[in-house]
């Protein structure tokens, strides 16, 4: 499918290491706290210590001299350094020290491994879904999804949702491969049939060589050579090679050039036709292959809606691009049968039968151009009835 590979807009990877880098430097300056919290205490607990053994007149005079530093520096100084901090730079008091501070660097350490266990679980949790979902769709199992877990990263979550949304493509890509493997084989296979036999009957004479019968023939032919085109094109967007001609144009001109293409089938159809568009509406694009688009789309309600008895083709700018939208007053499409009508050869039972005629290619072929400019197409339910067809366009 085409877009599995592309490039989109994804939110920048800054939150993922600014909440590592948050919790690491928390971590750190708890640590640290914890270090320098147990190293004050000791200190204030040993300067208590030798407070409470200092002489009471001796105390009192001390307690003077702190209140004011300045009036008697020198003897502030002298019972420093008698009573109190005179054995602080002893070898003594700094092997104490070292024990100290040794310690609480051996209490903080559990601290340490528990945050960071904390902070590896969280991570861990969520990366691990990840590469255990990544392991079985590596061995097969496209239907494998990665689950969110509980207080992940942002960023985690995202990458998270982003792998799902890869895998979900990826499973939709093989279903459809394999579905359209055996659909494009029967479908090259009933005209090719269709217009052998009647060859073969003219050949044994059973049919008369007569102009109906070549036409007969002639439009078996026709419908092979069109889904060998369809496939084609669908190989070239898909592998990115589809050459893209952008040219700026009206978009209200080229609805009504494709609109008056489709006038003749619509008035034997007995719908009834509009372009709602403003003529300043300019647009930046392959006119032709969005024309095509625009044909596939009138088509696909003149195959399945005339019963509604009207079709209304619109263009509107809206922020982030321009809308053209295909609204019908048919049947629309089941709720069930929405997400599939972009898929190759899909048909739903009620309402895409082969007998209504086109090969089940016509929206796949649609998606893939718009996809190819760098747009969407997108299928819904009106809410009055009929379906809506929309192609959203980067302007």
Same mark, same amino acid.
């Given at each position: ?18 909440? !590592? ?15 320098? %919290? ?47 901090? %005179? ?24 601290? !340490? ?48 949702? *982003? ?53 007969? !023939? ?124 972009? *898929? ?41 009835? %009929? ?9």
């Amino acid at each position: 499918m085409i877009g599995l590979l592309r490039k989109r807009r994804v939110r920048p990877g800054a939150p993922l290491w600014r909440w !590592i880098g948050v919790r690491m430097i928390a971590l750190a300056m708890s640590a640290i706290l914890f270090v320098c %919290g147990g190293m004050w205490l000791r200190f204030a607990w040993w300067e208590g210590h030798l407070r409470a053994k200092i002489p009471a007149p001796v105390r009192q005079e001390l307690d003077m001299l702190e209140a004011q530093p300045r009036g008697d520096r020198q003897r502030l100084l002298q019972i420093y350094g008698e009573y109190m901090y %005179g054995e602080y730079f002893t070898n003594e008091s700094e092997n104490k020290d070292l024990l100290f501070f040794g310690g609480f660097i051996l209490l903080s350490i559990p601290l !340490i491994l528990v945050g960071g266990a904390w902070m590896s679980l969280r991570l861990s949790r969520q990366l691990s879904a990840v590469a255990i979902s990544a392991d079985r769709i590596a061995q097969g199992d496209l239907t494998s999804r990665a689950a969110l877990a509980q207080h992940s990263p942002e960023a985690l979550r995202s990458l998270t949702d *982003d792998f799902n949304r890869m895998a979900e493509r990826l499973e939709r890509r093989e279903r459809e491969l394999q579905a359209s493997s055996a659909a494009t084989a029967h479908e090259l296979r009933t005209p090719l049939t269709a217009a052998k036999g009647r060859l073969q009957g003219m050949l044994d004479g059973v049919f008369e060589p007569t102009a109906q019968n070549f036409q007969l !023939i002639m439009r078996q032919l026709d419908q092979l050579n069109h889904l060998i085109n369809d496939l084609y094109l669908l190989s070239l967007i898909s592998a990115e090679q589809l050459a893209l001609s952008p040219s700026d144009f009206a978009v209200r001109s080229l609805l009504e050039e494709r609109m008056a293409w489709a006038a003749p089938r619509l008035r034997e159809l007995g719908m009834q036709a509009q372009v709602e568009a403003d003529d300043a509406l300019q647009l930046r694009a392959d006119r032709d292959r969005l024309g095509q688009v625009v044909s596939i789309l009138l088509d696909n309600a003149m195959r399945y809606a005339a019963s509604g008895g009207w079709v209304i083709v619109q263009a509107r700018l809206q922020e982030g691009g321009v809308i053209i939208a295909v609204d019908d007053g048919g049947p629309g499409f089941a709720p069930e049968h929405l997400a599939r009508a972009c *898929d190759r050869f899909w048909r739903a039972e009620s309402s895409r039968s082969r007998h209504a005629g086109g090969s089940g290619l016509g929206l796949a072929v649609a998606a893939a151009i718009v996809q190819a400019h760098g747009g969407h197409l997108s299928v819904h339910n009106r809410d009055g009835g %009929g379906a809506s067809l929309r192609i959203l366009l980067p302007h």
